[in-house]
């Protein structure tokens, strides 16, 4: 009887393992013929990569960062590296800016950004540290629903996705952010960025 059952049973796993493969490697296969990278809009847990930028910071788990988009409306990433302009302010790497805003002081140094968000600087004028800023995430009902932006790297809400929910990091189901990190998009290994060569 047990023999009967075992080829029934690696059968069925099989299948289960074939399945998530295709589910992953057909959108991956599509984006590499379009020339594109393959970034889920799911949250699938992926790969970080360390960083010596103090302004990289990955989203370790469920949640997208917010912008003021140029037309007055918020725009989603997960996009990791942040920025900061002229005007002292973190933005995105378009420079749109972050959503609540933060500006850092003139004379700040050492920026550190913790798990829940919160930023703060080193102000060697008046050796102290202060807090400057708290970055949210937004979480949406239906993520994979998001419409992509005219802005590139970027997702708008829509009707199917529901409506966005702003959160701590680490909190009400998002993930905590990781200072000095990258989120690395999964790229197909026939994507071009993995054909090219040094001239």
Known sequence: MKQRI???VLS???????????MVQV??????????EF????????AYEK????LDVAILGRGYFQFDGRDGSTLYSRESSLYIDAENTIVGKDGLSLSPAVRVPENADRINISEEGIVSAWLPDEKKIQQIGQI??????NSDDL????????FEESIAAG?????????????????????????????????????
């Open 12 to 22: 069925f796993f099989a299948g289960l393992i074939l399945g998530v493969v295709f």
């Open 163 to 199: 409506p966005p929910k702003s959160c701590i990091p680490g909190q009400g189901g998002t993930g905590a952010l990781l200072q000095g990190y990258t989120l690395l998009p999964f790229i197909p290994v026939n994507h071009p960025k993995h054909l090219m060569t040094k001239p």
């Open 27 to 36: 959108p991956a296969m599509l984006a590499a013929q379009r020339g594109e």
């Open 39 to 46: 970034l889920p809009n799911d949250m699938t847990p992926t």
């Open 6 to 8: 075992y080829p029934i």
């Open 147 to 154: 419409a992509p932006s005219l802005q590139e790297g970027y």
């Open 51 to 54: 960083s010596p930028r103090s």
């Open 136 to 141: 949210e995430l937004a979480l949406f009902p």
